[in-house]
């Protein structure tokens, strides 16, 4: 059977219709080049050339087979590319989950951006639930799970009281959350948000009560609108004063755990290229933006 030095071997002489002039193209002496146009004759069974001591020409067979040889060399530097590609993580497909509060944090679509700048041709599949990769808001609770995980924190961002504008409170530059005791709260249900639901009553805990939540959004960016209608106040990232909404105001917190934690999390035994050139990009985008 042929091999890729024969057509490549092939394709000199035809495009030159020399020997000669082949030979030096191919940077090798002419025997060798004659020996292995021979060789793929007859391993085709066919005569591809017309040659005598002054002219080469190609047969109405090696017309045909220069334009198969020319594809067939196309494919195999398309696959060799994509090969290469994919070892370096450029290509294939990539998982990625994230909670709805991370949508609204840099992190993500800084990350995206660059990635797809980086590694067009991967697809990546947005989640909600962890796959691949995602970007979580806490640690493993469990030791076995943080045994089972390779995890990079992103940023700790800062929590905000946002309150109704008419609270009494809400044009504070500040405020610890012991001066909010009384007021009613409205969350997500813990089990869409256990992160943030629980950081609620640890840090209401500390302050010294318990939170009274009256009501529930399904969607962090729902609590908005019960906070504008005098609902309770809500727990929200710092991220989240981008969603500007007629009567909500956002208030820092003074409490010294009032943060969330932001960080990618992937399983520590998978060492994907794919994967390992998103975690890259994720350390890039991180370094970029100043967080």
């Known amino acids: 059977m042929f091999d ?3 057509l490549r071997y092939f ?3 035809a495009e030159e219709l020399s020997f000669t002039r082949a030979a030096i193209r ?8 004659s020996q292995q146009i021979q060789a ?3 391993d085709l069974g066919v005569r591809l050339l017309e ?3 002054r002219n080469v ?3 109405e067979p090696g017309r045909i087979f220069l334009e198969q040889a020319r594809q067939i060399l196309a494919k195999a530097d398309e696959a060799r590319s994509h090969v290469v590609a994919a070892a370096a993580g450029y290509s294939g497909q990539l998982r990625l989950a994230y909670t709805v509060s991370v949508s609204f944090h840099p ?3 800084q990350t995206l951006l660059r990635y797809g700048q980086i590694a067009p041709n991967v697809l990546v599949q947005l989640s909600e639930m962890y796959t691949d990769v995602g970007f979580v808001r806490d640690e493993p609770i469990h030791a076995q799970d943080a045994r089972n995980l390779r995890l990079s924190v992103i940023d700790r961002e800062p929590l905000l009281l946002a309150m109704p504008t008419r609270h009494p409170l809400a044009n504070r530059s500040s405020l610890r959350l012991a001066e909010v005791a009384g007021d009613p709260f409205v969350s997500q249900p813990r089990e869409l948000a256990a992160t943030l639901y629980d950081r609620l009553v640890t840090l209401a805990t500390k302050a010294g009560f318990q939170p009274l939540i009256g009501q529930h959004a399904q969607q962090i960016n729902g609590l908005l609108a019960l906070v504008a209608a005098g609902l309770g106040l809500a727990l929200v990232p710092a991220t989240m004063r981008v969603v500007r909404l007629a009567g909500v105001s956002y208030v820092p917190l003074e409490d010294s755990d009032a943060y969330l934690l932001l960080a990618v999390a992937s399983r ?3 060492h994907s290229p794919v994967l390992k050139q998103f975690l890259s990009t994720v350390t890039e985008s991180v370094i970029a933006s100043g967080l």
């Open 268 to 270: 520590s035994d998978d």
């Open 107 to 109: 992190a993500l679509p």
């Open 57 to 59: 020409a190609l047969t």
């Open 40 to 42: 793929l004759e007859q």
């Open 51 to 53: 040659r005598n001591k």
């Open 11 to 13: 394709i000199a002489v």
């Open 26 to 33: 191919l940077h090798l002496s002419q025997p060798p080049l």
């Open 4 to 6: 890729f030095r024969q």
